[in-house]
């Protein structure tokens, strides 16, 4: 096995090394901490916009368009020509609003999304924090996102952001629940919390493939509960824009509302990149007992490479459920989530309990 | 009936009172639907209306027959042919003037277009209402081909007036009956991916299904006309029971369904499009060769007296109300739109669902709003 | 459905106060003003049940007031039209007749928004389209200075 090949952590190792040379082991670190910052803050920009193309052109896809195509190549300066456009717009100052709150809003949405990015594995040790409570942090973290939707959504001081907010307290609450126990089901099958050890346990395949059903189901609605924890289509009761106009980010104009907008994207690929990490190996490439040249041959494919393409594909299948069905109601919401998914969630959980007892996984 | 409903507001202190429009996605137009909200369920619906008032009554007084033609047209605009069509009829009727068949099939198998226009962007629109924004670009398409259908023969897409007292502006192109035809075929191939879009989702079903039941009494009362009221088993499609025009001549059915709820006006109106497809291929078989208009006087002038003329658009019955003086303005002209009627029974049906809920509801209501306020 | 002339002997027997002609189309009852609710009542409940009010709306013979209703009945499919006159023209009101038919309710309101017809024991009588200081646009003594509509022969 050539594990050594596209391994990150020689490349972290050496500038780590040569930054202690240099200076004292402080000041080391707050370079380190300084370069993983702006590596980060570069990253989170381009994935945004990139993401807000794919969304565009997966669209298009699904409704029998073109999708952006005028500026750029195939319109891949399209989002940066928005993003000019939202940043020279005006910030619409709203009478009697509270207005700390309310320009503090979108920070947190966007902090909390900042924050989840930094524990997540993408390759072979590329990863900023590995943290021995990695999956527990990131479920923490993501969740304070919606204490900005309901800032906002209250500090707006309108009647539909006010709603929309409502909504999406109601709805990221419950479906935390979900998330957390279709995730638990893992931790269970790893005996790990800790995110690279998630990953080594997968070496010899993927939990999807050695967890039997359950944890196919638990994959299943992992994938349901997180759409909704995002507030993407179908779930995407916060915003209904057409019952609440644009829900929670109503008030909101030029780059605060940008905020919201990119930190929706950015959330939808952490929720990807944890699937991708928790069920479908992360950066492991795909293996099949007995095949050994086709192994080789995956060995071959970078692991930045097989994290992104499987991250992409939750995404590209998070982007399909938006865009052919309709919307839930918030009643039914809710019924999908505590009378549905929970139990069977529950019920999954201790099969899964019952599984690794008795060892019969693989 | 036992509960008397009021369509006024009438205020507690818990209530939550929010201005759906006149700027709203999903109210289709300059409508404001004012709502007292407990939490999200809707108490009351109070609709305020005259944002786009012309006085298109009031400007008929002064326009001659072949003027008023023209303003029909921007009351319900999805429907332009229809009405069109009510004021030609009316007029017709009243000089007894023999239109030539040619012209009769033409008109039926406008008409119909016209109908299966609207509908297609109604389904659009109704799906996006649900968030189901693909359903709009589906429906956008296929709306397209009849447009092209209505461009090569008038020029224009929308507002064609097409239709004049006596007849028809100038005669149809050459191609009308072949793309006619092939639109049937086409739209037959493809009114099944509406189905699988959104007909057999269980989410949509599950939002439409025993959503704003209006029952048959109700939709009598408050004038439901068109695919709403035949939702509710209300059997009021003026094709049939009062034909103008050919359609005692063609073979179709009216579509009714009993359950009186969302769903049920949603599926009047799928099957609404293949009754009309039918009527299309049955009609364009007889389209003959012959002139394009009747004789009509430069200067018509009805005798003194009130005419009525009911048609079918494809929202429900339109009336047109003709007080003539026997000088060549009328002397009065009403027009009982189908929209009005509909739009107050929201009210009525929607108190006690969601917000979600009233979305869904006034969609399949198919509200046009200059229709309303005309 | 009944022909105009046994429609037209089925009124004269079941409303004496009226006068029934056969109209040039459909079958025109005309009623005073006093006994219009209870014409309305009558025609609703009475075999040939005139359950669906088509329209109502009013037309202005200067000096008086008609107001015409055209109702059918969604089991016998008959149209009528039923009409009164109002004289008095400073303070033209009628009944209401949104207790028989809740379209009513708004119909009247539009004639009330349009022509300045009070509605007696209407529910909810406000305008519907216009501003409350808006004088009442289909009277045919209307005079807008702003904008004019109006063609000199």
Known sequence: MNDHIYDFSQLTRHIDESLRAAMSPTWAVVVELVIIGLVFLTFYALLGLFLVYAERKVCALMQNRIGPNRVGKWGLLQTIADLLKLLTKELVYIERADKFLFNLAPFIVIIASFMAIAAIPFAKGLQAIDLNIGIFYIIAVTSVGVIGILIGGWASNSKYSLIGAMRSGAQVISYELSVGLSLLSVVIFSGSMQLSEIIRSQADGWWIFKGHIPAFIAFLIYLVAATAEINRGPFDLAEAESELTAGFHTEYSGIKFAFFFLAEYINMFIVASIATTMFLGGWLPLHIDHWAAFNRVMDYIPSIVWFFAKTFFIIYVIMWFKWTFPRLRIDQLLTLEWKYLLPLNLINTIVIAFIVMMGWHF | MSEVIKNYIVRENEDYIVNMGPQHPSTHGVLRLELVLSGETVKQVVPHIGYIHRGIEKMCEYDTYKQIVHLTDRMDYLSAHINNEAVCLLVENALEIEVPERVKYIRVVLDELTRIASHQLWWSAYGMDLGALTAFFYGMRDREKILDIFEESFGSRLLHSFNTPGGLMHDVHPNFQKHAMEFVKYFRKKLPEYKQLLTDNVIFRNRTQGIGVMSRETAIAYGVTGPSGRGSGFSCDVRKIAPYGVYDQLEFEQILYEQGDSFARYMVRMKEMEQSLNIIEQAVDKITDGPFTAKVKPIIKLPEGEYYQRVETARGELGVYVVSDGKKFPYRVRFRSPNFSNLFVLNTIARGHLIADLVAISGSLDLVIPDIDR | ?153
């Open chain 3, 1 to 153: 459905m009944k022909s105009n002339e046994e429609l037209v002997k089925y009124f004269t027997d079941l409303l004496p106060h009226a006068q029934v002609s056969e109209g040039k189309q459909y079958v025109e009852i005309v009623v005073d003003l006093d006994k219009w609710h209870e014409t309305a009542k009558t025609l609703a409940e009475c075999e040939l049940k005139f359950d669906f009010m088509v329209d109502i709306t009013a037309v202005d013979y200067i000096p008086k007031f008609m107001i015409v209703c055209h109702l059918t009945s969604t089991t016998t499919r008959d149209f009528i039209v039923l009409k009164t006159y109002i004289e008095d023209r400073d303070n033209p009101t009628i009944d209401t007749l949104s207790d028989i038919w809740p379209t009513a309710e708004f119909q009247e309101r539009e004639i009330y928004d349009l022509f300045g017809i009070r509605f007696n024991n209407h529910p909810d009588l406000r305008r519907l389209f216009l501003e409350d200081d808006y004088g009442y646009p289909l009277r045919k003594d209307f005079r807008d200075d702003i904008n004019m509509i109006e063609l000199k022969n």
